[in-house]
């Protein structure tokens, strides 16, 4: 291979997570695989037909350049646009046979002259707000907007969804489950004037996980369909309450290869700052990845692997280049394989584990790989 740095995804590990997640959820629920932010970080075409091809009955994304590029991959299956988009873009997404989320009585008016002008009803998910207070309708204005779609033949009320606040931040649950309370409340008031839709939806990862009584007919899981769980809180959560193995392997490793080795005397600095300083006399590796490639700055204490071994980060990450130390790592050449994230031999660096080092959290990590660098497939 040509390339000084890429992904491998584990067709296999993406199989694997999403029979895992079938096999909490039934056949009957509808399992919607979140492949916004290029997948995660995985490649968003890669990792979607993967994801469909294992079983995965929709797709979701954020924004319509990525529906557009689903569709041009091939893929058919139903695809939910979770972000906002332009009265310019309706015309586009149904014609690509995009779901549309709602939260705007106004949108109504430019979408339904968008639905005629494609001669199809345009599938509309209202997103009714409970808690997090991101996207969502209010109380009081849920009904005349559900009305509103409901009266109009050019448009099909599909789905009423939710989104929880903090259901993988804690062990404590009751704000989640106050949620769930709020959105049983709103469905009790459009039966009352009936209205309803087949597919309600609230679950993300962590609920799939842990919160059985969420699932209702859709589930919508993002990290935990990448092989990672969504945070410590919600894995205590889970083994608490379940002994069944469910498991979760992460689909990807990213790698590089080194392009340089340097023997440095001790009491010279490396990198940028003069932040770090030999002790003695030391043996470098000069990797060819860095910020731009969305391994984190504020990484000081880290380490990559090479030749199965941790190789130490030195100095501070480059725009384009680390530094990391050799000295005690034998045979190491120019052009050998580094491990930034995943496994070698039986050493690993997960992505939870770059997290605390750059003080953030595993979805970070994963989603900012650039998404110029290749994905490759493996299994």
């Not at 509309?124 to 969502?136: C, D, S, Y």
């Not at 939710?162 to 804690?170: Q, V």
């Not at 440095?264 to 470098?284: D, M, N, Q, S």
């Not at 725009?319 to 394989?337: C, F, H, K, Y």
């Amino acid at each position: 291979m040509s390339e000084l740095t890429w992904v491998e995804i584990s067709s296999k590990a993406l199989h694997n997570n999403i029979a895992r997640l079938r096999s909490l959820i039934g056949r009957s629920t509808l399992l919607c695989a979140c492949v916004k932010a290029n997948a995660y970080g995985h490649g968003l075409c890669e990792a979607g037909r993967t994801f469909i091809d294992a079983g995965a009955d929709w797709l979701s994304v954020h924004a319509l350049h990525e529906a557009r590029r689903l569709r041009q991959s091939g893929l058919a299956c139903p695809i939910y646009i979770l972000g906002p988009l332009s009265p310019d873009d309706y015309p586009e997404a149904l014609q690509l046979d995009c779901r549309l989320v709602v939260y705007n009585e106004a949108d109504i008016a430019h979408i339904a002259r968008a639905a005629r002008s494609c001669n199809k009803p345009a599938r509309l998910h209202v997103k009714i707000e409970t808690g997090a207070n991101r996207q969502g309708i209010g109380p009081g204005l849920l009904e005349p907007l559900c009305t509103a779609i409901a009266e109009n033949p050019d448009l099909l009320l599909e789905g009423l969804a939710t989104h929880f606040a903090n259901i993988e931040d804690t062990t404590d649950h009751s704000f989640a489950k106050a949620q769930l309370n709020r959105l049983h409340a709103a469905l009790k008031l459009l039966d009352a004037r009936g209205i309803k839709a087949p597919i309600v939806h609230c679950a993300n990862s962590a609920a799939t996980i842990i919160f059985p009584e969420s699932h209702f007919k859709m589930v919508r899981t993002g990290i935990a369909a990448y092989g990672m769980w969504p945070s410590n809180e919600t894995y205590v959560s889970f083994v608490k309450e379940r002994t069944n193995g469910f498991v979760l392997k992460p689909a990807l490793t990213w790698k590089s290869r080194v392009a340089q080795i340097k023997d440095v005397p001790g009491g010279e600095y490396i990198g940028y700052g003069c932040t770090f300083k030999t002790g003695h006399a030391t043996r470098l590796a000069v990797v060819p990845v860095g910020y731009y490639d969305g391994f984190d700055r504020g990484i000081t204490e880290g380490h990559v692997l090479i030749r199965g071994q941790r190789a130490p980060i030195r100095g501070r990450i480059c725009m384009n280049l680390l530094m990391a130390e050799i000295t005690d790592i034998g045979d190491v050449n120019p052009g050998d394989e580094v491990v930034l994230l995943g496994c070698d031999g039986d050493e690993c660096i997960s992505a939870e584990q770059i997290a605390r080092w750059s003080n953030t959290i595993n979805y970070e990590v994963t989603t900012r790989i650039n998404d110029r660098i290749p994905r490759i497939i493996t299994d």
